[in-house]
């Protein structure tokens, strides 16, 4: 097996919120393609429009799978190059340890060409547009309608645009006077989607479920609901990507039918910085959530923290992870036990002004040295050695992965000037939460 190998070119189908199908959620950072699925004539594959084992032969799919195979990178996989040449433990990585059983070669041509008749859907990447409840810090528009308003601020106009993959996307007050496109809503009401869903779904053995937030969305229960009806629910694991704001009774019944539920919370530090890059969510409301799920014993759960890293809470993530050693309560979110991390830490690669390698050097030192304090803190506990290394494994990687390009040049006034006008917009003040930013922003 070659050194860059994932399963996810294999085994899964992977879908944006438009329903453009790519190679993975992961290949959406660097390359101009944004690992999107193209036929042979430039149209786009969506899953709302075209059969889903069709898409897994794409040209460009073909194309990555014969690169792994040749123990290379492919350039669609850079953002999980640069994380584990850092240190940091990559989307690929994570994905083999669940796949360990994935014997796909033998079902696929040098050209990279796929035999989808033996090689089923095992992985399903479905994201039902994009209608939340929060404006997260490192989000936008594509991935949160909540998004608009301040958007429609940012460019002062009513009718704010953004780009989604190819397109561009303008917004219009709707007939209840609030900003809105359908460009998110392919899968309301689409037979073709539904009937993709009846014939691949059942047989899966793992979906994964984002938005928007997934929980709040109605066509996500019927998903499950249908996965129930088919009798197949006690074979398959439903993965998320949450917020856990909220948390509908109906939906912890369904769980209760399947396998095992696996949920990334969203969570990205405790009170004031949670609140400040998860706006408008509250951080008692989400720990309130996590406490009654994890106490819930009719479900089978396998938790952990869904940690993104900016430089808005880059200097509170040793706090945040001695907070969850010691007082979270939390044991089986990341249990310490397991080879799963203390937290499950993710870098935000774009937008590239809110990438921890957008500050300034001496900012880049000050969290250096920071994080050796906590090194010093974490030693001297009477954690085990596994506990320990982990702990300083992980800001060993986010320090390597910091250091290793400099941004600053190009998108700190970009930075800057982002994060005040949000300030301006949510009554906010980032160097109340980041208090090491004060000279910085006051530019000093």
Known sequence: MSKTFCPLPWNSINLRNNGDMRICCNTNSYTPNRGLLKKKDGAYFNAGKDDWNEARNAPLLKEVRATMMKDKW???????????????????????????????????????????????????????????????????????????????????????????????????????????????????????????????????????????????????????????????????????????????????????????????????GIDEVFDYQRTPAKFSNVYKNMLSLQNNDRINLKAWFAFTITPYNIFHLPEFMKWKLEKSGLDKFNPISSPRPLITHHMCHSPKYFNIKVLPLDTKNQVWDYFELYKDLIYSTKYSEHVKNNFIKILDGVVKFMMSEDYSKQYLHEFISQTKKLDVIRNQDVTKIVPQYKGLFDGR
């Open 74 to 268: 492919h350039p669609e996989c850079e953002r999980c190059r640069q994380e584990e040449v850092n240190g940091v433990k990559s989307r690929r990585e994570y994905e083999k340890e669940d796949w360990v059983e994935t014997n796909v070669l033998h079902n696929t041509k040098k050209d990279g060409t796929l035999d989808t008749s033996k090689q089923k859907i095992e992985f399903m990447d479905l994201r039902y547009g994009n209608f939340c409840n929060l404006k997260c810090r490192m989000c936008g528009p594509t991935d949160s309608n909540k998004w608009y308003d301040d958007l429609a601020k940012l460019q002062n106009s009513d009718t704010p645009t953004f780009k989604d993959g190819s397109s561009k996307v303008t917004l219009h007050k709707n007939k209840k006077g609030k900003l809105d496109t359908d460009h998110f809503n392919w899968f309301k009401n689409n037979n073709r989607y539904w009937s993709n869903f009846e014939q691949y779904a059942p047989d899966a053995k793992k979906l994964y479920i984002v938005g928007g937030e997934p929980l709040i969305i109605p066509e996500h229960q019927e998903s499950l609901q249908r996965l129930v009806d088919s009798g197949k629910s006690k074979n398959i694991q439903i993965e998320y990507n949450s917020n856990l704001t909220m948390v509908p009774n109906k939906l912890i019944s369904l769980w209760e039918q399947f396998k095992q539920i696996r949920i990334g919370v969203s969570i990205d």
